[in-house]
């Protein structure tokens, strides 16, 4: 197991909203967590990355225990995150916000794909041409494809990502879904958070439902296609 | 009138001094969502330590670099055992904990240096005059917008042309992101807090021949460098430096023309830009 979280509890001050959350990813994985609004599919997340600190559980990263570390530390163990409503640095230049994706430390994970930012600008040629551009004044799509090259540019072994194709048109949200296989493809984990699962149930290998803080359903694609009353009562509206 | 283009003058070499304090303030701002009520004490005991130096070393151009040396290591102090410890709390303790510091440097300096005010005489070459285009005008003064001058190109040149500069101003959009990126985040803060509160001394040292060194003079700019972030837009270095320039002619030539009504022209440029642009004038909406 590259990734591996057992019984995680996680809170907002006193709001208590984990409720033993347990899942895991193998190398090169894409694991997709879905449910509805609001049930912790995002603090789940944050609580690998680090921002919120669960009290209770264990969470391990090729064996390693990421809870009471630093965000800056579990990236440079080998995660990348790239979060719900994207964020790029808004008064940075796309040039600038992919120069903060490059990661420098002691613990550097070795970079297996070794993306530098001529590859990146290969690989999305469209940010080549707006590289000059500040991050406020790009498209919702080329802000996407910006904090996923961003996260890129560290060369993760494992890439959290959540909600990458809210908001997004149609013909973009494809593109996206495109450019995460891609990534998979070479040789990158991803745990990814959706809430509409027939966009993702082409990419993904394996599903985790979500429901009031807790797992309440796991399989592959075929699982979840078959398990309709699961899909009515977790998903659906 | 002669008197206008010497106010003239006398209002660039204030703003410079303005911009060195505030442009820490608003960074720090910027960054860590702090209004950092210690800003000027800092400003303060660059002027006191400054004055020791000298009395002890008659060393000028040492104090310029020793005195900010140390305020550097106070204020990264400050932020690593102080403010970062009451971070988890949320803002109001984080003011509160500024306010402390303030205070406690305030009674310090009162106990140490005595509550009256010092002066200090550099003799030498700065303290003539020289002849601009027929008006006699201090060298001391031109000195201090000189310097105000060269440490704002060197920030700018920093800020815009450095991976430290692009980590910063990264930080001031979204320190979390930057946290997320494997930057050490905690320790920038504590950099960029002592960075500003070393520009705070360093401007305390060269105010302090020119305007008295005494414990009020901190919460005397402490009131122009707040009125210059908020007209400037918090966090915006930008907005700092166009917003000292203002708070520093405004104040030179109030001075001059209404010399009751300076603080109040002061307020009512700031409701005026508040009514037009809430966020200040290079402020981002929030
Ligand atoms: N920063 C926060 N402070 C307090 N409560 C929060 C915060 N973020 C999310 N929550 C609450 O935690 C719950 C789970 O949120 P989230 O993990 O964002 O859900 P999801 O991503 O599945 O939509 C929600 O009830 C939400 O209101
Ligand atoms: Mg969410």
């Known amino acids: 197991m590259l990734l591996e979280v057992k019984e995680i509890h996680s809170y907002y001050e006193k709001s208590h909203i984990l409720h033993g959350v347990s899942l895991g990813l193998k190398e ?75 990661r420098r430390g002691k613990n550097e994970a070795p970079s297996k794909q070794g993306w530098t930012i001529e590859k990146v600008y290969d690989a999305f040629p469209q940010l080549k041409q707006r590289k000059n551009s500040k991050g406020a004044h790009l498209s919702g799509g080329e802000q996407q494809m910006l904090t996923v090259a961003r996260t890129l540019m560290g060369n993760p072994e494992l890439m959290l990502v959540d909600e990458p194709t809210e908001g997004l048109a149609p013909t973009i949200v ?28 082409k990419i993904a290998d394996r599903f985790y439902i979500m429901s009031k803080g807790q797992i309440v359903f796991e399989g592959n694609g075929e699982a979840l296609e078959a398990a309709e009353d699961v899909r009515k009562r977790y998903l659906e509206v | 009138m002669s008197d206008i283009p010497v106010f003239f003058l006398h209002g660039l070499v204030y703003a410079g001094l303005l911009f060195l ?40 151009w040492l104090s310029l670099i020793v005195c900010p040396l140390l305020l550097f290591f106070i204020g990264a102090a400050v932020e690593r055992f102080l403010l ?12 509160l904990i500024t306010f402390g510091v303030a205070y406690i440097i305030t009674e310090s300096v009162k106990w140490i240096w005595g509550n009256y005010p010092l002066g200090v005489n550099l ?12 008006l006699f005008y201090p060298i001391y003064r031109l000195f201090m917008f000189f310097c105000a001058i060269l440490i704002s190109l060197i920030m700018a040149t920093v800020l815009y042309k450095t991976r430290i500069g692009i980590i910063v101003r990264a930080s001031v959009d979204d320190s979390e992101m930057v946290n997320t990126l494997g930057i050490n985040v905690p320790l920038v803060f504590t950099g960029v807090f002592g960075f500003g509160a070393a520009l705070s001394g360093f401007a305390g040292v060269i105010a302090g021949p020119l305007l008295t060194t005494y414990p009020g003079m901190a919460a005397e700019i402490l009131v122009d460098a707040f009125v210059v972030i908020v007209i400037g837009g918090m966090g915006s270095l930008v907005g700092a430096l166009v917003a000292s320039l203002m708070i520093g002619e405004l104040q030179s030539f109030g001075a001059l023309l209404f010399p009751k009504l300076s603080l109040a022209l002061m307020y009512m440029l700031m409701a005026a830009v508040l009514i037009i642009k809430p966020s200040g004038l290079f402020g981002e909406e929030q």
């Open chain 1, 174 to 201: 494809k593109d996206v879904l495109k450019m995460l296989s891609a990534i998979r493809e070479s040789g990158v984990a991803i745990l990814m958070v959706e809430q509409n699962f027939k966009a993702s149930i």
């Open chain 1, 28 to 102: 090169g994985e894409l694991v997709c967590l879905l449910g509805r609004n609001g049930v912790g599919k995002s603090t789940a997340l944050k609580s690998v990355m680090g921002i919120v600190q669960p009290r209770k559980g264990s969470i391990l990263f090729g064996g390693q225990e990421l809870i009471g570390k630093e965000p800056y530390q579990i990236s440079r163990m080998g995660i990348g995150f790239v979060p719900e409503d994207r964020r790029v640095f808004p008064s940075l230049t796309a040039n600038e916000n992919l120069l903060m994706g490059i």
């Open chain 2, 21 to 60: 304090i505030s442009s820490g303030l608003t960074l720090v701002f910027g960054m860590m969502n702090v209004l950092n009520l210690a800003h000027a004490a800092f400003y303060m005991l660059g002027a006191y330590f400054s004055y020791s130096l000298l009395n002890a070393t008659g060393n000028f």
């Open chain 2, 84 to 95: 970062r410890r009451v971070h988890v709390y949320g803002h109001v303790q984080e003011l």
């Open chain 2, 123 to 134: 003799g030498g070459f700065l303290s003539g005059s020289v002849n601009l285009f027929g």
